[in-house]
């Protein structure tokens, strides 16, 4: 996988925060043309350590979107033009979420056609109660991961 520092929104970036939603990472000034039109261009965003709660269960999601300013809306997901998300993923303390583990991707999706605005960047929404832990990577790259490693049956 090609990976650019200038196209990495966020590289083991914390989502560790209180009930809310808060931008994670860095925001890209993609310029007055925007990013239109584009062809083959991947937003990935994978769990660097695991997310989870100390207390009772709560839920996490992310968000890529794109907005005229760069507060990204200030924070508020319905400010902004949202491109893709992930889904509504549970956090708890005494259960593990197995998708919120080290290592796991949590969204890898080719960018949709269409319009954006000139910020682009990762909104993340932690709903019940504070998550305590967890760090995520999230960036545009080409070329995606698209196949998967297994154990030889024999050793070598």
Known sequence: MILDSRNEFA????????????????????GTDGLNDVDNLYCVISVDTE???????????LFLVSDALATLGAGVVA?????????????GATT????????KTLMQV?????????????????ATTTTT????????TPTPVTQK????PFQL
């Open 51 to 61: 997310i989870a709660t100390a207390a009772a269960a709560g839920t996490v999601q």
């Open 11 to 30: 590289d083991a970036t914390t989502v560790a925060a209180a009930a809310g939603t808060a931008l994670i990472g860095n925001v890209m000034d993609l």
């Open 149 to 152: 490693s297994f154990d030889a």
């Open 133 to 140: 832990t967890g760090k995520v990577n999230a960036f545009l």
């Open 79 to 91: 400010n902004c033009t949202t491109h893709a998300s992930t889904p509504l993923f549970v956090t």
């Open 110 to 126: 080719e960018l949709p056609k269409g319009q954006y605005e000139r910020y682009l960047g990762i909104l993340c929404t932690t």
């Open 96 to 103: 593990t979420n197995a998708l919120l583990l080290a290592g």
